[in-house]
């Protein structure tokens, strides 16, 4: 336990030394500001486009757009910054051989990838807590009105999918020596949770669900009890792919 | 855009730019403080970095930064 907090605190200095954290605090904090900007402003441009002959009617912005404005941010771009990000989590340390002295003075392997995934979670967790806060402040100063249901638990669904996307990256960083393998991967895997997703059978237990169906859940087009299953999979699934690479990590020549 | 609805707008404007200035002048301070990079030069990177918002200094401090 000593061993897991004292990798834990190295790994989040590493994280505000190469400017990671601040990276991902601000990129998000962007979006968050932007979300519901762009909802308030996309009608007026749009009207300012106006021309003579062509009529156009624009429905008041409300709550929703800025609340598709954030999950559409946070599942695309958002998400890619965070894989872009922490790529690197284990190829750097492997290349740069700084981790052969701690492994060597008795440093479990399985320390070493647990605590990287708690770093990970962390650094996501606190992104997109400050995202949505953000979102939701602007969203409630600039549509008093506006109420939407399902709002956190949404929320929560993409910030679980994270976390199995953060269980699939590690994997991938054991399976690979480079980081653009471990790219590679994880967008692979990304690719074929879509494709699976055409099957219409398979939507329930697919775990990319859960940054898919977002808006419905919002709109309440899609019941909450519907995602559980999916939920309960991405867990186990998640806990899977950790389990693997702990025992891939283990057997690796470092 | 008129001045008032500048106004209005301002309390989501401060902060948006002083998100994407934060990013953008401490991806520019790296790139002139550490003149390694893994291609590029140290004029490619700082316009990346400046002109191109969020992305480009997310794109530097993945890609472009060279080991120390």
Sequence with gaps: MRNYLAFLKKEIYEYTKTYKLLIMLMVFAVFGITNPLVAKLLPEILGSLKTEGIIMTLPEATAYDAWTQFFKNATQMGLIVMVILFSPVLSSELSRGTLINMLTKGLSRTVVILSKYTCMVVVWTISIALCFGLTYGYTVYLFPAGETANLLFSTFCLWMFGLFLLATLLLAATLTKSNYGCLLITGAVVVACMLVNIIPAAHRYNPISLATDNMGLITDDIEVSSLYCTILISCLLSFLFLTISVLIFRKKQV | ?68
């Design chain 2, 1 to 68: 855009m008129d001045l008032a609805m500048l106004k209005e707008y301002l309390p989501f404007l401060i902060p948006l730019v002083i998100a994407q200035l934060a990013l953008g002048i401490t991806a520019l301070v790296h790139v002139l403080r550490h003149p390694h990079y893994r291609f590029g030069n140290k004029v490619m990177w700082a316009c990346i970095v400046m002109l191109v918002q969020t992305i480009g200094p997310v794109v530097y401090f993945a890609f472009g930064r060279g080991e120390e």
